[in-house]
């Protein structure tokens, strides 16, 4: 089975490690994480991630500035990201939606999101189940 690649680019040390632990005891995932956004580019084109979870507000370059460098290169152009963030909160969802919320062309959730959801939304973003439907 083919493990999806997950790239959390957070300077919050305990997020990117707890976030690795979440997913990577799923069986389906294998998570890399960069806290330093100057150097996440570099990190992604070595990773070669399936997904991109991306903090916004951090030292050095933001979240928007990454993400802008990211759509520019054009082995990462087409990477999704999900935009993973502490401005983001779980007041600012619509009421009753899939626990993020869409603004231009980002999916934005919160960094308290339930780890489970955080799956879920990754598998869909991803257009799969996980690892399942890998061979």
């Known amino acids: 089975m083919n493990k999806r690649k997950i790239l959390v680019i957070d300077d919050d040390l305990q997020f990117g490690k707890l ?3 979440n997913l990577e005891q799923t069986g389906f995932f294998d998570v890399s994480i960069e806290n330093d956004s100057t150097k996440a580019i570099d990190t992604a ?3 070669k991630p399936d997904l991109i ?7 050095g370059l933001d979240g928007g500035d990454v993400e802008r460098l990211l759509k520019e290169d054009a082995m990462l152009k087409d990477v999704p990201i999900l935009v ?4 983001v909160s779980e ?5 009753g939606g899939d626990g993020g919320k ?3 062309d980002d999916f934005m959730v919160p960094k308290t999101i339930n780890p489970s959801l955080l799956i879920e939304i ?5 257009g799969g ?3 399942e439907s890998a061979a």
């Open 19 to 21: 976030t690795r632990l």
């Open 45 to 47: 084109r070595e990773f």
């Open 53 to 59: 979870l991306l903090d916004i507000v951090m030292p």
């Open 84 to 87: 993973v963030s502490a401005i």
């Open 91 to 95: 007041a600012d969802l619509p009421p």
């Open 102 to 104: 869409t603004v231009g």
């Open 122 to 126: 990754i598998e869909s973003r991803l």
């Open 129 to 131: 189940g996980g690892g």
